[in-house]
């Protein structure tokens, strides 16, 4: 899943053949991805609108990333020159926590051939590879998607799997907690998550930490390869990274797309704190 075994000079693909680029530059908070993209990117890749391109129209019932239509999914992702038989990378500059939404939502639109580039933009930086500046169009692909292609989880599918399975929570810690809460109605968590903070992924250089390591992690965390798995964040960004993280030891985790923007905005719902 991930693509800490692509040679970074060339981007030599273990799918084969030279992959399409996809740079998601985005974090909560700030709206400046395609102009630090533009400053510089790696070769070829084509900026990827978090927004726009990643998520439809944002509500309250739906939560602020929900998840994009088949026919708006299918349409961007031709514009970025994805074929049915490309074979992609993604890849940011905050160790993948945005980039992994577009993973996420390759595969589940049917599109495996999808891989992280693991460490982005600063391990490329790292090897001494080049930049290109600008602004990078392809021709376009022609992709076909077909949804359901990850498992997903609504409100009550959390609900029960926070007590008859392992619901992690991505957030920073402090969010779980209840201190703090910067874009969404409550603060707290799903009654019965497990905090799981998504930069526990990552080593300090960005780069996912080694297999043995996050095996360890999540089974601290409860997570076996017998019991139901689900991740949640805010809004369903930050926790596809948490299910590549297990998927790259072998554990299948199933995405709360809505997460707790949509959680937090439904007074029906419990909240828990501390």
């Known amino acids: 899943m991930l693509a800490a075994d692509l040679q970074l000079g060339g981007l030599e693909d273990p799918f084969g053949g030279a992959p399409v680029l996809l740079d998601v530059r985005w974090a909560l908070g700030r709206t400046d991805g395609r102009d630090r993209y533009e400053e510089g990117h790696l070769p070829g890749a084509v900026y990827v609108d978090l927004e726009t391109e990643l998520a439809s129209v944002p509500s309250p019932a739906s939560g602020r990333h929900p998840l994009p239509s088949a026919a708006e999914f299918q349409r961007t992702a031709r514009s970025w020159g994805v074929g049915t038989d490309s074979r992609v990378v993604v890849y940011d500059d905050v160790g993948g926590t945005s980039a992994a939404r577009a993973w996420w939502l390759l595969r589940w639109f049917g599109h495996h051939a999808v891989r992280i580039l693991d460490g982005g933009l600063e391990a490329w930086r790292r090897a001494g590879h080049p930049l290109e500046v600008g602004l990078t169009t392809r021709v376009p692909g022609d992709v076909v998607v077909h949804p359901g292609g990850m498992p997903v989880l609504d409100a009550d599918d959390a609900a029960d799997l926070a007590t008859s399975g392992v619901l992690l929570d991505a957030r920073a810690a402090?969010?779980?907690?209840?201190?703090?809460?910067?874009?969404?109605?409550?603060?707290?968590?799903?009654?019965?998550?497990?905090?799981?903070?998504?930069?526990?992924?990552?080593?300090?250089?960005?780069?996912?930490?080694?297999?043995?390591?996050?095996?360890?992690?999540?089974?601290?965390?409860?997570?076996?390869?017998?019991?139901?798995?689900?991740?949640?964040?805010?809004?369903?960004?930050?926790?596809?990274?948490?299910?590549?993280?297990?998927?790259?030891?072998?554990?299948?985790?199933?995405?709360?797309?809505?997460?707790?923007?949509?959680?937090?905005n439904d007074p029906g719902r419990p909240v828990a704190t501390g």
């Open 174 to 264: 402090e969010r779980y907690w209840g201190e703090v809460e910067p874009v969404d109605p409550q603060a707290g968590h799903i009654p019965g998550a497990v905090s799981a903070p998504t930069t526990g992924n990552l080593d300090d250089d960005g780069t996912f930490r080694s297999p043995h390591e996050l095996e360890a992690r999540f089974a601290a965390l409860g997570v076996t390869r017998s019991a139901p798995v689900g991740v949640y964040c805010g809004s369903g960004v930050t926790a596809a990274h948490e299910v590549a993280a297990l998927a790259s030891v072998g554990v299948t985790a199933a995405l709360y797309p809505g997460s707790w923007s949509q959680w937090s």
